[in-house]
């Protein structure tokens, strides 16, 4: 990657703000948000209580991450905030996303006063997402088919077609995987921790799981390449050696 470009993980209210001011920036013209709300006057207010709204029940709720891409501007020494990717986790039935229901963007969107700068755009977001939830989510949950969403993903206008847009998801997703690896392991542990498993071969067992499950997420992350093997390798021998303490307890 350009050492002037860095992609990373955030939970930064400042670094939101940014990368959402993006988002309005490269959303207000596109055509279905024009279609929510057509009166330029109001769609910008209107998308950043959307986009806050989402936000809240996604990433803040700990349902989803956020990938910033940060640009150093030489002149400044400072690195700016130009564009990010909004992600949610995968359902923890592995059938589709998490949040796949309307009621909790419903809720928020009410919080984050989006009937109060346009009530015909919220009655559109509405008719918009249980139509979306209706023919694409529930059909995705039919077919057990665990994905993590790309909820928002754009980069600022001024970069446009400079190529950081396929540098931002391309990359992204290299931490996507790294992340989910951490995850699984780090929430598979706690499981068996807390349930005190310790009969012999039970890490060995979850290693085997949990290698498997990371090659399907990561194939369904990129068709192109199948995970790294040594960063399966790692992990294995991560949980070798869990499964040797639990043994000597």
């Given at each position: 990657?350009?050492?002037?470009?860095?992609?990373?993980?955030?939970?930064?209210?400042?670094?939101?703000?940014?990368?959402?001011?993006?988002?309005?920036?490269?959303?207000?013209?596109?055509?279905?948000?024009?279609?929510?709300?057509?009166?330029?006057?109001?769609?910008?207010?209107?998308?950043?209580?959307?986009?806050?709204?989402?936000?809240?029940?996604?990433?803040?709720?700990?349902?989803?991450?956020?990938?910033?891409?940060?640009?150093?501007?030489?002149?400044?020494?400072?690195?700016?905030?130009?564009?990010?990717?909004?992600?949610?986790?995968?359902?923890?039935?592995?059938?589709?996303?998490?949040?796949?229901?309307?009621?909790?963007?419903?809720?928020?969107?009410?919080?984050?006063?989006?009937?109060?700068?346009?009530?015909?755009?919220?009655?559109?977001?509405?008719?918009?997402e249980a139509w979306e939830n209706e023919n694409i989510c529930k059909k995705l949950t039919v077919n057990r088919i665990p994905m993590?969403?790309?909820?928002?993903?754009?980069?600022?206008?001024?970069?446009?077609?400079?190529?950081?847009?396929?540098?931002?998801?391309?990359?992204?997703?290299?931490?996507?995987?790294?992340?989910?690896?951490?995850?699984?392991?780090?929430?598979?542990?706690?499981?068996?921790?807390?349930?005190?498993?310790?009969?012999?071969?039970?890490?060995?067992?979850?290693?085997?799981e949990l290698v498997s499950n990371h090659m399907h997420y990561s194939t369904l992350l990129n068709h192109r390449k199948t995970p790294d093997l040594s960063a399966i390798q790692d992990l294995n021998?991560?949980?070798?050696?869990?499964?040797?303490?639990?043994?000597?307890?």
């Open positions: 990657m350009n050492k002037n470009i860095v992609i990373e993980l955030s939970t930064s209210q400042q670094d939101w703000e940014l990368v959402r001011e993006c988002y309005v920036q490269s959303f207000r013209r596109y055509p279905l948000y024009k279609y929510m709300v057509p009166d330029d006057n109001k769609r910008d207010a209107f998308l950043r209580a959307y986009l806050n709204a989402n936000y809240e029940v996604t990433v803040a709720n700990g349902n989803g991450i956020l990938l910033v891409l940060k640009i150093l501007e030489e002149e400044l020494d400072n690195m700016a905030v130009e564009g990010g990717i909004l992600f949610v986790f995968p359902s923890d039935d592995g059938h589709g996303w998490a949040i796949t229901d309307d009621e909790p963007y419903w809720e928020a969107y009410e919080k984050y006063g989006l009937a109060k700068i346009s009530p015909d755009g919220l009655e559109r977001v509405k008719r918009y993590w969403n790309g909820l928002f993903c754009a980069i600022s206008p001024k970069h446009a077609s400079k190529g950081l847009g396929s540098t931002l998801w391309k990359d992204g997703m290299k931490i996507l995987k790294e992340y989910f690896i951490k995850r699984a392991v780090s929430r598979q542990l706690n499981k068996a921790t807390n349930t005190s498993a310790k009969h012999k071969g039970f890490c060995t067992k979850l290693s085997k021998g991560s949980l070798q050696k869990e499964s040797l303490k639990n043994d000597q307890k």
